[in-house]
Structures are given as C-alpha cells and as structure tokens.
C-alpha cells in the first residue's frame, strides 16, 4: 500500500510518498481503509520532532480519517468490518491504510461525506472541549476567536454561536474575516491593520471579553491579557504563530483572570468519558445542520506535502483535507 513517510525530522519537505506494509492490527484495533484524512499544523510540527508526542522515524503523520473498517483485531466489540467510522489516530492517517484504536473510532453518520469525516474530530472536538468544558462559556457571554479564520478558530466561532456567545472574530486579512463572518462571527478585527486590543474593548463598551479562545499566542495574547474582562477566562490552544506566551501572574490578579489550558487529545487517555459526551453533542449538531466543516482544498495523497504546506504557510482557511482513492 501508498503512505506518505517521514525519514527525517527535518519538517514537511522531506516527506516521501512510498509503498510499504499493510499494518496489523493488534488487540483492541481495527485496521482501516483511509478515504480522507484531516491536515492539521501540527503535522508539521510533528515531521519536526517539536510536538508532544515524537514517534521515531519512519513514520507517517495524520491525527484523523475517515474510512471503512477492514479487520478487526483481538477483543473488539461494537465494530464490524465494513462500518464507515471517523478514527483518531496517534499519526499514520496519510497512508492508504491505518490502524486504529477501536475505542477511538465513532461511527459516521450514514450521510456524511468522507472528507467532512475526515475534517470534523480535531477542530471540532478541540474548540467544544475548550469552549463548553474549560471555559464553561455561557449564553451572552463574548467570545473572542483568534486565528479565526483557521482550522481550530472557524470552529471555535461556529460553537460559540452555538452557545449563544457574541463572537469577535480576529484574523489576518478580508478573505479569512470574511470565511469568519460566514460562519457567524458578529464582529471582526483585522490582525494586520487594526488595534486588537483597542478594537476589543470598543466593542464590549470598555468592558473587554469574558472568554478568549488562542490559537496563536505571541502578540495576540498579550492583546487578549489587556482587553480581557473581570474574571475573564484566556484559553491557551496553540501558538501558531511561533510565540509561546510568558504570563505576568500580577495581570492575573489584578483583573481577577483565568489563563486555562486545553490538550484536548489528552482526554482520549485521562477523561474518556467527557471526550466521547462532547463527540456525541457535536455530531448530534452536525446532523441538526448546526455545524458544518469546511473544508477549503482537497488533495490526492501524493501531494500531502502541498497540502500540509497551504496550512503552514497561512493560505488556508477551514480544513485542508487528502482524498485517498
Ligand atoms: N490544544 C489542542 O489540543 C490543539 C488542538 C488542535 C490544534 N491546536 C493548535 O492550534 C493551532 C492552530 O491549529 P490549526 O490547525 O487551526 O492551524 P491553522 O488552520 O493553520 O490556523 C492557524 C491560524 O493561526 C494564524 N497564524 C498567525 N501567525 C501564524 C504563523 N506564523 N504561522 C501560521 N499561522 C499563523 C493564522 O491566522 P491569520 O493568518 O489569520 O493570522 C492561521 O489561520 C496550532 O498551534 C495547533 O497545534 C491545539
């Protein structure tokens, strides 16, 4: 079978597309026929050694596919071969195949599309955790996105309407606004000409945001620190913009804030229970219509690189997502 395969930590230049062994599914997997598989930053990260965790080369990166189950390994229940499912993978998901943990494998809904599978778990499950879990954001509450243009921000805009929060959508440039404004944003600040911090606190009337969801960090946090409402809540998410934040713990106190981090694929491990309760509501909105993936570009595996690269070089809006045919 084709995988995209990293030999080198040396970034997503070196990934090669190859023909190597099927894998075997162990005890608790499933082996999976990968129809569309999620690009996220962090495949980058990962092909670079530089995030959380550092599988040894070879390896091929992929957090998510979609597919149909082709074997099941010792021990699983509730699966068969042949079920279209939506699996989490720790990496591998660029290949023509891919095994799976079952128990991190949810059945697709029968009329959704394989690339929405494919573009629906991370970003998605990332933003709900962050916004309904951590932040407990509240009906009439403000919500500030950062990076909302992106593939974790898009989402995050999209349940915070869904929660009822007034959303202050920020990113770089009309196009990605405007993808912001499509998915409800109510207002929206461009990064690269406007005050973000004195945008904020013009359109809370001086009051700042109770909620504000980073997938940025660097300048923007610092933006966020000084708008944020008493007892406002940050969310730390990412830091694509190559900035990790240091937090002056006086700021904290003074204005009564809370800096919250979020891994949300640590709660496959160490809180399953929330992390299935909060796929179980987002597909329930899915199939209402509430919540729709986008996906901006599709690309054949052999060009996952280019894919992964629109990403990283700030060109995408919503998901990219590979097709494997
Ligand atoms: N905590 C978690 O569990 C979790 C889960 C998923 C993702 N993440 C993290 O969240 C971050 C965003 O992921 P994503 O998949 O949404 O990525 P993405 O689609 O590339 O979006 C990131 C956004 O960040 C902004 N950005 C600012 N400076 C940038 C730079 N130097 N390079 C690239 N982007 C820059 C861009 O918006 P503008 O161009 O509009 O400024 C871009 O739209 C990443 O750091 C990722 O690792 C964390």
């Known amino acids: 079978m084709k995988a995209i395969v990293c030999h ?7 990934l090669r597309l190859e023909d190597v062994p099927e894998p075997r599914p162990g005890s608790g997997q499933v082996r999976i026929r990968v129809r569309a598989c999620g690009v996220n930053f962090a495949d980058s990260l990962i092909t670079r050694g530089q995030y959380q965790a550092q599988p040894k080369p070879p390896f091929s990166p992929g957090f998510e596919v ?171 998410i990412g830091f694509a913009g190559g900035t990790v934040p240091q937090i002056p713990a006086n700021h904290l106190l003074v204005k009564n804030v809370d800096v919250i981090g979020l891994n949300w694929p640590a709660y496959a491990e160490l809180n399953p229970r929330v992390m299935t309760e909060s796929f179980q509501i987002l597909l329930q909105w899915y199939l209402e219509g509430a919540l729709q993936p986008y996906v901006s570009a599709i690309y054949a595996l052999d060009r996952a690189t280019d894919a992964l690269d629109r990403v990283v070089a700030r060109k995408s809006t919503g998901k990219v997502v590979i097709s494997v045919d």
């Not at 499912?85 to 591998?92: E, L, N, S, Y």
């Not at 023509?96 to 494919?118: K, L």
């Open 8 to 14: 080198e930590l040396t970034g997503p230049a070196a």
């Open 66 to 236: 979609a597919g149909e189950v082709l074997e099941l390994g010792a021990g699983v229940e509730g699966l068969a071969v042949g079920d279209r499912v939506i699996a989490m993978t720790p990496h591998g998901g660029y290949a023509e195949q891919v095994v799976a943990s079952a128990s991190r494998c949810v059945a697709m809904p029968a009329a959704m599309p394989d690339a929405h599978g494919a573009a629906f778990p991370v970003v998605f499950g990332t933003s709900h955790m962050a916004l309904w879990h951590r932040a407990r954001l509240q009906a009439g509450e403000t919500l500030v996105v950062h990076g909302a243009g992106g593939g974790v921000g898009l989402t995050a805009v999209a349940i915070g309407k869904r929660l009822g929060a007034t959303v202050i959508a920020t990113a770089s440039g009309t196009e990605k606004l405007a993808v912001a404004a499509e998915h409800g944003a109510d207002h929206l600040i461009d990064v690269g000409r406007e005050d973000v911090r004195a945008r904020i606190k013009e359109l809370t009337d001086g009051r700042g945001a109770d909620v504000v969801y980073d997938p940025v960090g660097g300048e923007l946090f610092t933006a966020s620190l000084r708008s944020i409402a008493f007892e406002g809540r940050i969310l730390v």
